[in-house]
């Protein structure tokens, strides 16, 4: 989106949150559960992605993570111990339904029923995430999300989903960032499966919005009074030059391709005339058929955010390839589909260990700027953290420790920013920090921790960084704690 950056305001006395804002984290299902071949678990795209050489960094691969398939009692442990209010997890598609059609698997139904079961029964309502990516082998292998059978599948792995775990889940999120399954998949190659096709980009840009809208009315078949919701990773796009017009055109330009390509068919029933003009040479868009749009376009009950960090564009008018600074791995194919005259600038620090800027103002920004767009539409951040480099140390009194200023710091300052967006009107109902501990980070393999829970990936054992002892006192009081507020809050 187009903002402009909006100042922090003081405020006199620590911010604090109504009691029924919730507090959550969240994970997704390749990222931490491991168990690639077990259980009765098919392959995902990102399995196949990940065991292919030159894919991901030190040839990294999910099959073990964080073993949270074994561990996921002593996980749930920590959410408690945390106090949180909700769980963001996802469902992996393979281990429920190996080839993403066809008929269950008992042993993965199983397995999140189990876990389900587990978070309420200690107080932690599940958001469940139906796709954080690890699309079944098989759906691949005939075309993936540039193929329309593909939103079909995902539709009926839906209705499986609500009839199998029915009232355990507390909130349905079809897709997690579409943007990133559409453009790093199928664009730029940097993401599973690693297609560098652009009209199959935007292929499955519209399948994947179809089948969201598809799955919410399966879910709503099988439970009439189910909430649901999609997590988009929306972009906020400044200009280099605010007074220039051509750097306007920029900013135009990526936020059709990377907000208005999902949140006009999800929330207006139809694709933006400038993003299909922008793109006409790539694809006639023929695969959008009559009837599709008023199936994407469904209610929701909150639209989820996640947020990092901030984009700054300009015109390209030089000679050879513009800069692509925009803090994803580049290859010679771009994720942003039709555009050869857009630069993506790097912008000013500090920094995250993913080389993203750190701006919370941008989160307040984003969030005004949807809410006004859309003012009847429920938000929550649904994932915000960062990546640091983290060292365990040991305390005087035997203690594994992980001091984490920055990260401790990065949060607050972005839960501050999201009390702005209160403050301003914005109807924000919850925040997920990511994430609960540190896993798979996709093609940088082990390399990145975004959790608030230390793993030592050879032995799996879990520390509690600062940052989570510090969420654990947000959790418990509603009360935006200081920096310095990191000891246990609990005995």
Known sequence: MSTTTTPATATAAPRTFPTDFLWGTATAAYQIEGAAREGGRGPSIWDTYSHTPGRTQDGDTGDVACDHYHRWAEDVDHLARLGVGAYRLSISWPRVQPGGRGPLNPEGVAFYRRLLDTLRERGIRPFVTLYHW????????????????????FAEYARLMAGELGERVEMWTTLNEPW???????????????????????????????????????????????????????????????????????VRKIDALANRAFLSPLLD????????????????????????????????????????????????????RPEQADGHKTTDASPWIGVTDVEFLRQPGPYTEMGWNIEPAGLTDLLLDVAR???????????????????????????????????????????????????????????????????????YGYSKRFGIIHVDYPTGERTWKDSAHWYARLAATGTLPEESEVEPVHA
Request: charged share 25%; net charge negative; proline share 5%.
């Open 134 to 153: 690890d699309l079944p082998q098989e759906l691949e292998d005939a075309g993936g999300w540039a193929n329309r059978d593909t939103a079909l599948a």
């Open 180 to 250: 990133c399954s559409a453009y790093l998949g199928y664009g730029s190659g940097v993401h599973a499966p690693g297609r560098t096709e652009p009209e199959a980009a935007l292929a499955a840009v519209h399948h994947l919005n179809l089948a969201h809208g598809l799955a919410v009315q399966a879910i709503r078949s099988v439970l009439p009074g189910a909430q649901t919701s999609i997590t988009l990773n929306l972009h906020v796009i400044r200009p280099a030059d605010p007074a220039s017009e051509a750097d306007a055109d920029a």
């Open 269 to 320: 029933g139809e694709y933006p005339q400038d993003l299909l003009d922008d793109t006409a040479h790539v694809t006639d868009w023929s695969f959008v058929r009559d009837g599709d749009l008023a199936e994407i376009r469904q209610p929701l009950d909150v639209l989820g955010i996640n947020y990092y960090s901030t984009t700054k564009v300009r015109k390209f008018s030089g000679e050879g």
């Open 373 to 443: 767009r859309y003012p009847d539409v429920p938000l929550a951040v649904t994932e915000n953290g960062a990546a640091f480099a983290d060292e365990v140390t040991v305390d005087t009194a035997g203690r594994r420790r992980v001091h984490d200023e920055r990260r401790v710091r990065y949060l607050r300052d972005h839960v501050e920013a999201l009390g702005a967006a209160r403050d301003a009107g914005a109807d924000v109902r919850g925040y997920f920090a990511w994430s609960l501990m540190d896993n798979f980070e996709w093609s």
